[in-house]
Each structure stands twice: as structure tokens, then as C-alpha cells.
């Protein structure tokens, strides 16, 4: 590695926010192409239904960017919601939340070292980065069980 | 969108190739993980098997460092390894070149809007994000794989 690598800026805050919305898109699409009876009852090799990943993936949006903006750390408590109407409406207050808070993190929060949700102690940009890498994961599980419900998932490439 | 934002740079080359290498360890013990006779042969949903996941992904590593650092995008054809020690072969080869070609890459060659591969119009920056969360998505698949055969899949957040 090269010292000339270290100093080679090529994300900025501003394509990070919309890389994170353009996943956030597609899973949206993912939860949506779910039938309603399968989204929180199916699953395969006793993992968790694809609403409750979902779930998963709600609660850590806002409060990770709270707490890297801020340095308080608060749980997300999504409650339980009971149709995937009332799933998708959690979602878009989140993504709403995220494109009004992620211009408010300061510059320097992203490369200090904190203790995330009390516990993580690494950089703002890497919780940042493990949430979007989180629901990237999780999404494509969600895929084999379209596929497995013998439903086409959306494309991956289609934001 | 404040104008502030356009301007904050929060990831270096080096911790783009760092996260990179850190996701492709993960792939590599997500590999590791199937039998020798599920790899290639067990699937899902009418799905490819996670032997086959894995070459397209190992296709997709150098060639693509390679077209971004050069213009030149040539396809990486990766033969049909017969085991799963031939798979880690290859991709072990392609974790030694991404080390080295990846600070080769010109600064300027992260935000230029080049045709990847002959009909991807992006920037370099962007086809380098895609192959990253492609082996994300496809190893979260892997995990469902596993989980159905009743393996336990790698830590998702060790790398």
C-alpha cells in the first residue's frame, strides 16, 4: 500500500447517503413483491421470516445515524407491525428520517472511533457502512425465498 | 442536500480495498463452509449453486479493478474448477492481484464515467461498489444455502 493511496478521497458523504437510499429502494421493492401471508410466516432452514429482517434492518437506519451524528446511541423500538402495509409505512418515515439527518454528521464523526450502540467501537463511517452491508445481506436471503415461493425478485441491479 | 455535503470525503482508496478484502475473506469461509458435494451441486428455488455464485464473483474482481485503473475491460474466464480447492485456488490468486492492482488505479479514474465491461455507463467508483455488494448479495444467499443443509454459516461480522 502506498502512501499516495491514503491520501485518495473517493466517496463523499453525499454519494454514501444515496448509495444507502438506492438500497433502501430495492429492499423496499423486496418486502413489497412478498405476499402478505408470507412476509412474517415464511422461511427456510429455521432462519427468521423476511418482515422480521426487515424489522431488523428499520431499526438500525435512524439510530445508527443519530448516534454517529451525535455520539447517543438509542435503540430503535419498531413495535410490531401487523401487515405489510404498516411495515412499508415504518419504512418510509425511516427513509425520511435518514435524508434529514445524514446532512447533519458532522465531518469529523465519520472517521472517529466511538463505542456503537454501547458495544461496536469503530469508526462513524464503518457502522454507517455495516448497515448498508447488513441489509444488502439479509436482502439476498430474502431472495431464495421469493425464488423458493416461486416469486421473481426484483432486479438487483434497478435501484 | 447542503452544498457542504458535495464536499466531505469519507472514504479513501485504501479503506475501499480494505473493506473489499475484508467482505472477500468472509465469501472465502462462507466457500469453506459447504460440503464438497453441495457446493457445485445444491440450490434452492431453481437457483445456481454457491460454486457457481462464487465464479461469477471471482470473474468479476480483477477484471473489474483492472478496466477501472486501464479503460480496458476484458472478461475474466475462470475455467471450471472441479473442487472446492480448485475454487479457493482461484480465488486466492485473485486476492493476491486486487492487492496489486488496486493502487494502480488514478485518482481521477474513480469518478471518470467509463462503459464497464462495453454497457455499464459509470463511474469507476460505482462498478467497484457494485462488485462489492454483488458478493454480498450472492453470499447472503449463500447463508440460506447453508442454513437448508443445516450448516451454521461464518459470523457475518468477521472478516
Redesign the interface.
Known sequence: ??S??????????????E?WQG?RRLTRKTIEAFPEDKLFEFS????RSFGQMALEIIGMAVPTVEGVATGKWASFHAGKPASKSELLELWDAQTVGLNEKF?TIP?ER??AVDKAFGQWEMSG?AVI??AI??E??????G????????IEPPH??ER
Open positions: 500500500m502506498t499516495e493511496m491514503t491520501v485518495t478521497n473517493v466517496i463523499t458523504a453525499e454519494v454514501l447517503l448509495n438500497h427456510l432452514g429455521g432462519m446532512p465531518e465519520f472517521q463511517l457502512q455495516y452491508d447488513n444488502i445481506h439479509h436482502r439476498g436471503e431472495y431464495v425465498y421469493l425464488r423458493a415461493l416461486g438487483f441491479w
